[in-house]
């Protein structure tokens, strides 16, 4: 069922950043991922990860810290505020900004390609693995299988002109038979040497446009703690664009004030309208820019 993800890699898109593999020029990137060191029990309900994985991203729409929601207590049971009318949340700017690297850049990279169009510039086979160039550095194995197609990143660099520069280490099982796909995926922001783990199982789908459709959970994995993932219709475009579909993100480590996040990706994939509920079962509704992973609140 899957397997006209195998002929998606190649498409183009003119009118976004064409990213190629190959032996172009690379972006300089600080070495490999150093090892994340996770907090064992009593970790600090307060603590806010650096950017972008964590605090909110500069911008005039940003409040200042006074009117931030902030958490009390130790062990993963944090007070929660609600967030005042016109503010963003801490918590629901650190959780969009993990994900959004995934739904962008990652996912696609199953078929060879990021956001924009990420085509095979120059390969090295040997019998029935490819070896491609990633544009940021680093490689992508591709060993096609009958049944089973194995993806493995290593240090694999792409990019998107906003969304920033970003390595993604790790494998991606595609199953032709049983339809799915599994993601055993690090994401590092490069410019924050920041990294996020994505493992899981998604049913893909393939649309008669060119397109794949993705269903399933999976789990991210913060220096915080962890976070569960629900995809809904997840659309990949045939141009490899993310244009529809909704995903809800939970704080199963109780790491923030927030119990979940619901977004909801509107027409053209520019941005998602986000409902964050918090521990107090009070709710604020915002929109994610896309591109900048910027939350901007609505009410």
Do not use: K, W
Request: net charge negative.
């Amino acid at each position: 069922m899957l397997a006209a993800l195998v002929v998606a890699a190649g498409c183009g898109d003119s009118n976004d950043t064409t990213i190629f593999l190959g032996n172009g020029p690379t972006a300089s990137a600080e070495g490999p991922t150093p090892a994340r060191t996770v907090t064992a029990g009593g970790r600090t309900a307060t603590f806010v990860p650096t950017p972008p994985f964590g605090t909110p991203l500069t911008s005039a729409a940003t409040p200042t810290a006074a009117a931030t929601p902030t958490s009390a207590g130790t062990g993963g049971n944090p007070t929660s505020t609600p967030t005042p009318s016109g503010s963003v949340s801490a918590g629901a700017q650190s959780v969009a900004s993990a994900v959004v690297p995934f739904l962008i850049l990652g996912a696609p990279l199953a078929t060879g390609v990021s956001s924009s169009a990420l085509s095979t510039q120059s390969t090295t086979s040997a019998e029935a693995e490819t070896v491609d160039n990633c544009p940021g550095g680093g490689t992508r194995t591709d060993d096609e299988g009958l049944l089973v197609r194995t993806i493995t990143l290593a240090a694999c660099g792409v990019s998107a002109p906003q969304l920033g520069s970003f390595t993604f280490d790790g494998t991606i099982t595609i199953n032709f038979t049983a339809g799915t796909i599994d993601f055993d995926v690090t994401a590092t922001d490069v410019a924050h040497d920041i990294s996020v783990d994505f493992v899981g199982t998604l049913n893909g789908t393939v649309q008669q446009s060119g397109g794949f459709v993705l269903n399933g959970t999976v789990t991210m994995s913060t220096d915080d703690g962890d976070f569960t993932v629900t995809m809904n219709a997840i659309t990949i475009d045939a141009n490899h664009h993310l244009v529809s579909g909704s995903a809800t993100i939970t704080d199963d480590d109780d790491v923030f004030d927030i119990a979940s996040l619901a977004m909801t990706v509107n027409s053209g994939g520019a941005t998602a309208n986000v409902v964050a509920t918090f521990d107090d079962n009070t709710t604020a509704n915002y929109v994610l820019n896309l591109s900048t992973r910027q939350l901007t609140p609505t009410s």
